[in-house]
């Protein structure tokens, strides 16, 4: 069901002016007749507008960094930080041969504590003492400092801190100036991580070439509910060998080895994107745009990642998984789809899953009638193509970019990471886009509507106007909309499900929203919009 333009129209009418006229480039409805249509993104929210974004630190916290399991993340700030955003992401991680179960700090909450006293009088000689307990009790791998906005106010000097912990113990420190305010959203902090690993991380592990065949990263994906384990699974079957998952279930020393694998696979563009492209500059590595989210998608990402390679045998390989895996899902899913087919949904997650999960509800019959982000970038709405013309504002330009060139030592061309001839290189080049990213819009139907960082206004009158079967966000608007009488499923933890990815991921996806859209639960509920005496009452309040 599509919304009017007059729906359009109504949704800005009430803001003021200037408001109305920023908000109406972050709405974009979808029009099949224009090639390139084009939406703001990644700028400023509009002061006193509460919307559904994150800080800089959670985006390197809580997104990138803290996920490695055997490092210590310290969060130098008041308590809030850190115990706010403390096991809510649903990273896992287990125990391996080289982590053992006392070594996995990830569930951890390590935290400066600061004080009224710290802050007038600079919290870095408590944090050093800190660094120092951790190293004593834990024995981690290495150890990391975030900084929550405070210590950027006052000017504690972190990376002082870092390097002299670093001289007493012997391991690593890193230090991260991912500070809340140091960018419009979670984005920056995504960015201030991903510049820290490659400069200090990534590559200073062993220089020898994996020797196995294909060898393969998964940059972008965090294991939430088990996710990176169902693509583990899929992708050994086929006979890869997975140097590193990052940074879900990952190891600080298989991020110091990134480097060892010949091909990277990008799930999550947003958050990723730059390491994959400085490890294009510096290592030669290649890298390719997946997604794991759905039957479908799942099996042209597979399908594609085999063309990579060019190998026959790997090429067959994996039609004999995929022929394996559908003999097993499709009956099944195939019931669920009769309770799904026809429904709408609205989707509005970070920086990727809102395109991702589109794939796996088109699987299941159903239409995303709205789809949003709250902090991608315009890349990931229209396609990389769109990145010179991004104008970078006072805030983009807060985090710097490091120029990076090849690496003496382990640079080599993409060809050769692939082990094959430069003119078959080539002619795979020709079909497959490697680093490359479409974006969301291109595959949304005519009509759908595009929605960046919305706000609850924007999300209650989209639901009032076009009532979707489901709602799919996060923990801030999922009660809201559950009293408006729609089922909504946290799609950032994904509640206590999981894992969604790949093809076991997409039977339980499969279960939980046909569970709640058949649920009598949300007949019992009167949507306000169809009270009429409640209608009264809250006029004439
Ligand atoms: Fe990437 Fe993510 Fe996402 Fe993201 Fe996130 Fe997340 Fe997300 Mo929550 S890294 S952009 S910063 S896919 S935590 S695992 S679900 S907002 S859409």
Known sequence: MAITEEQMEELLSHYPDKVKKNRKKHLVQKNSAETCQQIEANTRTIPGIISQRGCAYAGCKGVVIGPIKDMVHIVHGPVGCSYYAWGTRRNKARADDATPPEKIFSPL?????????????????????????????????AVSICATCPVGLIGDD????????????????????????????????????????????????????????????????YNIGGDGWELERILADIGYTLNCIMTGDASYEKIRNLHKADLNLVQCHRSINYIAEMMETKYGIPWLKVNFIGVTATIASLREIAQCFGNQE???????????????????????????????????????????????????????VVAGYEFAHRDDYEGRQVIPTIKSDADSKNIPELHLTPDEELYQEAHVHLKMSKEKYEEISSRIAFSNYTGMIPEMKNGEVILDD?????????????????????????????????????????????????FNGSLIFAEDVANAL????????????????????????
Not at 180 to 209: C, D, P, R
Not at 519 to 529: D, F, G, Q, R, Y
Request: proline share 4%.
């Open 109 to 141: 909450c390590f935290t400066t504590d600061m004080q009224e006293s710290d802050i007038v009088f600079g919290g870095d000689k408590k944090l050093a003492k800190m660094i120092d307990e951790v190293v004593e009790i834990f024995h981690p791998q």
């Open 158 to 221: 972190i990376n002082a801190v870092a390097r002299a912990a670093e001289e007493r113990h012997g391991i690593q420190v890193l230090s991260f100036n991912c500070e809340g305010y140091k960018g419009v959203s979670q984005s920056a902090g995504h960015h201030i991580a991903n510049n820290n690993l490659m400069e200090h991380v990534i590559g200073k592990g062993t220089t020898e070439k994996n020797p196995d065949e294909y060898v393969i990263n998964i940059l972008g994906e």
């Open 314 to 368: 790997l090429i067959e390989r994996t039609e004999i998984i995929i022929a394996r895996e559908l003999a097993r899902v499709t009956p099944v899913l195939e019931q669920y789809k009769k309770i799904c087919q026809g429904k709408t949904a609205f989707v509005f997650v970070g920086g990727s899953r809102s395109h991702h999960y589109q794939a796996l509800l088109r699987d299941l019959g159903m239409d995303v």
């Open 454 to 502: 919305a706000n609850h206004h924007e999300v209650e009158e989209l639901i009032r106007m076009i009532h979707p079967d489901l709602f799919f966000s996060g923990v801030r608007d999922k009660y809201i909309v559950h009293k408006m009488g729609i089922p909504a499923k946290q799609m950032h933890s994904y509640d206590y499900s999981g894992p969604y990815a790949g």
């Open 518 to 541: 058949v649920t009598p639960a949300w007949k019992l509920v009167t949507p306000p919009w169809e009270d009429t005496n409640r209608r009264r009452s809250d006029s004439n309040a």
